[in-house]
């Protein structure tokens, strides 16, 4: 068994297709607290799922938790039942970061910078389903990730303020989908088990640290009809 992080597209947003078509155009970025981005290692791949609810089990639970035995109160608790329909994964490739313009600098001034990519004045502006930001700069460094991470809460300490980080990469489609039956759900990163090492580690690439700014976080956009 190969352990793996796993994290769900939610389809009150996405289909699986309208994500793929997303990807191809803009890669993958998904936002992740620090302390699951310090765990991480460039190049690590992350699976990307859809949730696949059992409602049967989830209603059935649902009325144990209700009822009221020998007089006492209803729990009433929740629990998710159900399967992760994984169809396709990325390699961890960079960082995309937000954060006020003095931490930014802050920052880009302990990196081990090996180049960059400057957008301008205007930026290179990103348009998702999920959200939209500008990208200002890209530095690509030698810095594992958990130093950057490290440099970073420096940072925050100094200022007393926090960074806002998202993961990103190039989609690749699994074909067929890999059902996990049963999964957890999270709306954040799960670790899950998958039988055999199913996952191609990440070509030859240039870690990148891209600063962001004028981050829009979208929480839903109805699906089209044909889709």
Not at 79 to 86: D, M, N
Request: glycine share 8%; with cysteine.
């Amino acid at each position: 068994m190969t352990v793996y992080n796993m994290t769900y597209i939610g389809k009150g947003l996405y289909s699986k297709a309208q994500f793929e078509d997303e990807a191809k155009e803009n890669g993958v970025a998904r936002a992740m607290p620090a302390r699951v981005v310090h765990t991480l290692k460039w190049g690590d791949a992350i699976l990307v799922a859809q949730w696949l609810p059992d409602r049967e089990k989830q209603d059935q639970f649902k009325q144990e938790q209700m009822s009221i035995i020998e007089g006492e109160e209803p729990k009433k608790k929740f629990r998710r039942f159900g399967a992760a329909e994984v169809f396709g994964y990325f390699n961890v490739t960079g960082l995309n970061m937000n954060a006020p313009d003095e931490m930014k600098k802050m920052l880009a001034s302990r990196l081990k910078v090996t180049g960059m990519i400057d957008h301008g004045p205007a930026g290179k502006r990103v348009t998702r389903r999920c959200g939209s930001y500008g990208v200002a700069v890209t530095y690509f460094v030698e810095d594992t990730i958990a130093e950057i991470l490290d440099k970073a809460a420096e940072v925050e300490k100094e200022v007393g303020a926090v960074f806002k980080w998202f993961v990103t990469g190039k989609l690749e489609r699994i074909e067929p989908n890999v059902t996990l039956d049963p999964a957890k759900f999270s709306r954040g990163v799960v670790k899950v088990d998958v039988e055999g090492d199913l996952f191609m580690q990440a070509g030859k690439f240039s870690p990148g640290v891209s600063f962001i700014f004028n981050y829009e976080r979208k929480s839903y956009q109805p699906k089209k009809e044909d889709q």
